[in-house]
């Protein structure tokens, strides 16, 4: 009998970017990395509800590459509140808007936390530059898969 299992957290997204008359610009798909601080977060929620709930998601300037224990971006440019979030078997997936005037520059990290400054941050990505003039609007459509 072989009882070395081993839990995983893993994550992708998709960006995209539209233009002031709603048409799409760009559009990525993208791997992330659970951090350390997000897998802790995890294992509490597992326990307790003494941490609140993933509730925002940030953009920002700094492309250092993702790393286990990064806490924040490095330069967050906005942070919105997720548009919502929901659990299917063994993924969860969480979506946000970051409307005309908001995050507005060159983006090229975003990060998912649970408060609106500061928090636990669960995943961090880097990816190709994508800019957002104060024009346009951006979603993301992030997924954690737990296997």
């Known amino acids: 009998m072989n009882t070395n299992e081993q839990l ?16 799409v610009k760009e559009e990525h798909y993208l ?22 709930v993933m509730s925002h998601m940030a953009v920002g300037s700094d492309g ?15 942070r919105v509140v997720l548009a919502s979030s929901t659990a299917t078997a063994n993924v969860v ?18 990060g998912i936390f649970n408060a609106g400054a500061a928090g636990t941050m669960l995943c961090r990505t880097t990816f190709a530059v994508v800019n957002k003039s104060a024009d346009d609007a951006m979603s993301i459509t992030w997924t954690v898969t737990i296997s």
């Open 8 to 23: 995983k957290a893993s994550g992708s997204l998709r960006v995209v970017l539209f233009g002031k008359d709603g048409a």
């Open 31 to 52: 791997k992330n990395l659970v951090v350390s601080v997000g897998k802790n977060f995890v294992a509490s929620r597992m326990v307790g509800t003494t941490s609140a």
């Open 64 to 78: 250092t590459a993702a790393a286990l224990g990064n806490t924040a971006l490095g330069s967050e440019l906005g």
């Open 93 to 110: 997936t969480y979506t946000a808007t970051f409307p005309a005037g908001t995050a507005t520059g060159a983006l090229v990290e975003a």
